[in-house]
T-cell receptor, first 115, second 110 residues
Framework: EAQVTQNPRYLITVTGKKLTVTCSQN?????MSWYRQDPGLGLRQIYY?????VTDKGDVPEGYKVSRKEKRNFPLILESPSPNQTSLYFC????WGKGSTDTQYFGPGTRLTVL | GEDVEQSLFLSVREGDSSVINCTYT??????LYWYKQEPGAGLQLLTY?????DMKQDQRLTVLLNKKDKHLSLRIADTQTGDSAIYFC??????????FGTGTRLLVSP
C-alpha cells in the first residue's frame, strides 16, 4: 500500500530535549516536505527536499533541521525544542514534476507537545 | 505575499448542499486545490482545478473558480455525515509549493 508514515504519532517532551520525528514514504517520490498545523494558521511549510542531499527552507524553518540521506526518509529534527513548537506536524511527499498530477501525499501527523 | 483565506466554520444538515469559500492572492497559481482532513488523519487531496478553468465537477463535488476576483469555492451536493471534516483550500504559487488556507470545519448534522 502506497503511504507516508510518521513516528511517533504523539510525543510529549520538555524544553531543550532533542527529538527526531521520522518520515518515510514507499512511493519512490523525489519531493518530501514538512508542515506544521496550528489553529487559525492552516499548514505552514517548514522544510522541503527535492531529492537526496537536496533540502531547502520553507516558510517557518527556525528551530528545525532536516536531512535527506536516503530517498525514502526525511526526518525532522528539533535540536532544542521550545513550547512554541507545540503543534501538529505533517510530512508529505510527491513526484518531482509539473502540474497537479504531482499530488502531495500526506502522513497521518505527529502531535508534539513541548512543556 | 501569498495569502489564502477561508471562513472557519460551516454547519449544514444532512442532505443539504455545502458551499465552502476561499480567496487567494497569487494570480500566478497554476492549480488550486481542495484538501480534506478527517479527525486524526492527514490531508487527502479531494479535487483540484487548473487556473484556466471556471468550473470542475466530480460526482458530488463542484469547484468554481473566479479568477478575476481570486475566489474559489467547493460545493458538496447531498452532504452526508461522513463529509464532516476540515477542508483546506490551497494555491500553488511556485513549483511544488503549496500555500494553505486556515481550513473550514464542516459539521453535518443528521
Amino acid at each position: 500500500e502506497a503511504q507516508v508514515t510518521q513516528n511517533p504519532r504523539y510525543l510529549i517532551t520538555v524544553t531543550g530535549k532533542k527529538l527526531t520525528v521520522t518520515c518515510s514514504q514507499n512511493m519512490n517520490h523525489e519531493y518530501m516536505s514538512w508542515y506544521r498545523q496550528d489553529p487559525g494558521l492552516g499548514l505552514r511549510q517548514i522544510y522541503y527536499s527535492m531529492n537526496v542531499e537536496v533540502t531547502d527552507k520553507g516558510d517557518v524553518p527556525e528551530g528545525y533541521k532536516v536531512s535527506r540521506k536516503e530517498k525514502r526518509n526525511f526526518p525532522l529534527i528539533l535540536e532544542s525544542p521550545s513550547p512554541n513548537q507545540t503543534s501538529l506536524y505533517f510530512c508529505a511527499s510527491s513526484f518531482w514534476g509539473k502540474g497537479s498530477t504531482d499530488t502531495q501525499y500526506f502522513g497521518p501527523g505527529t502531535r508534539l507537545t513541548v512543556l | 505575499g501569498e495569502d489564502v483565506e477561508q471562513s472557519l466554520f460551516l454547519s449544514v444538515r444532512e442532505g443539504d448542499s455545502s458551499v465552502i469559500n476561499c480567496t487567494y492572492t497569487d494570480s500566478s497559481s497554476t492549480y488550486l486545490y481542495w484538501y480534506k482532513q478527517e479527525p486524526g488523519a492527514g490531508l487527502q487531496l479531494l479535487t483540484y482545478i487548473f487556473s484556466n478553468m471556471d468550473m470542475k465537477q466530480d460526482q458530488r463535488l463542484t469547484v468554481l473558480l473566479n479568477k478575476k476576483d481570486k475566489h474559489l469555492s467547493l460545493r458538496i451536493a447531498d452532504t452526508q455525515t461522513g463529509d464532516s471534516a476540515i477542508y483546506f483550500c490551497a494555491e500553488s504559487p511556485g513549483f511544488q509549493k503549496l500555500v494553505f488556507g486556515t481550513g473550514t470545519r464542516l459539521l453535518v448534522s443528521p
